[in-house]
T-cell receptor
């Protein structure tokens, strides 16, 4: 059973650019959640995808968008990057959404915006 | 609205002494509550979760937490700290629909040899 993987591990972008981060969910999991963790802070929920549909969203602007594919892998896209978008982006997969479930987290992608 | 407050940003204990990490929650309905641990340069790992079954929840590595509705608390404890317990700990509340999770700001645990 493979765990949650994320790519790339590190990324440097400049303000105004766009970025795509990728996540492969754990085998058998159909739900993916994305989080932003700024330095010294707890993760902040961005959104969740369940069976290719957005299933919940935190307090993030529309320039944060996502996709989930038929194999349940997922992408996080951020447009018009701002300096404050510099953070560790975490992906978590789980199975089912009828109840809060056990999430398995990936190692994260460290995004630096200059 | 749901939120959690971790009452201590830093906790230091001596090896072999008890650990107490405090968390208070706010929820409009019966919450699901979790504790996660994050070791440096490693991913978040679930320690334990409460989902309206027994109020005393046992987790991995000797940790446990007690859900106290009257106090809106979900404190994490361990009888005897080990050096390997040094890490960042997060208390998390989830919605009853399972589609949103709210993390606390974290408690950094230092274990002194």
């Amino acid at each position: 059973e493979t765990g949650v993987t994320q790519s790339p591990t590190h990324l440097i972008k400049t303000r105004g650019q766009q970025v795509t981060l990728r996540c492969s969910s754990q085998s058998g999991h159909n739900t993916v959640s994305w989080y932003q963790q700024a330095l010294g802070q707890g993760p902040q929920f961005i959104f969740q995808y369940y069976r290719e549909e957005e299933n919940g969203r935190g307090n993030f602007p529309p320039r944060f968008s996502g996709l989930q594919f038929p194999n349940y892998s997922s992408e996080l896209n951020v447009n018009a990057l701002e300096l404050d978008d510099s953070a560790l982006y975490l992906c978590a997969s789980s199975h089912g959404t009828s109840n809060p479930d056990t999430q398995y987290f990936g190692p994260g992608t460290r995004l630096t915006v200059l | 609205a749901q939120s959690v407050t971790q009452l201590d940003s830093h906790v230091s204990v001596s090896e072999g002494t008890p650990v107490l990490l405090r968390c208070n929650y706010s929820s409009s309905y019966s919450p699901s509550l979790f504790w996660y641990v994050q070791h440096p340069n490693k991913g978040l790992q679930l320690l334990l979760k409460y989902t309206s079954a027994a109020t005393l929840v046992k987790g991995i590595n000797g940790f446990e937490a007690e859900f106290k509705k009257s106090e809106t608390s979900f404190h994490l404890t361990k009888p005897s700290a080990h050096m390997s317990d040094a890490a960042e700990y997060f208390c998390v509340v989830g919605t009853n629909t399972g589609n949103q999770f709210y993390f606390g700001t974290g408690t950094s645990l230092t274990v002194i040899p």
